[in-house]
């Protein structure tokens, strides 16, 4: 299957993004179900992480003929930081505050260094 340089570019970050939502739901979507047996969830977290992983490898082997190793690892990281923010926020419905934010403002100039040259 051949696959055009656009596609090779921007099809790992939109599969990045999309794995990395299943991601967080399979890691902190729980938390909203206290009450649920612990092994339950372990189960439940294991079949969505299934999606995740059915997105996240084709997207490092289609990016990595673009994207270095550590450019697409950089972009996961931020992409994650994003999609947990809007998850925290807005389906656990906690409140970020200026500190999250400088951090991950910081984790974001730190990973600028990575694509820069």
Do not use: D
Not at 5 to 12: H, I, Q
């Amino acid at each position: 299957m051949s696959i055009t340089p656009f596609a090779a570019t921007w099809l790992p970050v939109l599969l990045l993004c999309l794995s990395n939502v299943f991601m967080t739901f399979a890691w902190y979507g729980h938390l909203n179900f206290k009450g649920a047996p612990l092994i339950t969830v372990i189960f439940i977290s294991w079949g969505i992480a299934l999606f995740e992983y059915c997105l996240a490898v084709p997207a490092n082997r289609i990016g990595h003929s673009v994207w270095s190793a550590a450019e697409l690892k950089t972009m996961q990281e931020i992409i994650t930081l994003v999609v947990f923010v809007l998850f925290s926020v807005f389906f656990l419905k906690e409140s970020l505050g200026w500190n999250h934010f400088v951090g991950f403002g910081l984790i974001a100039a730190g990973a600028a260094f990575i694509f820069y040259g």
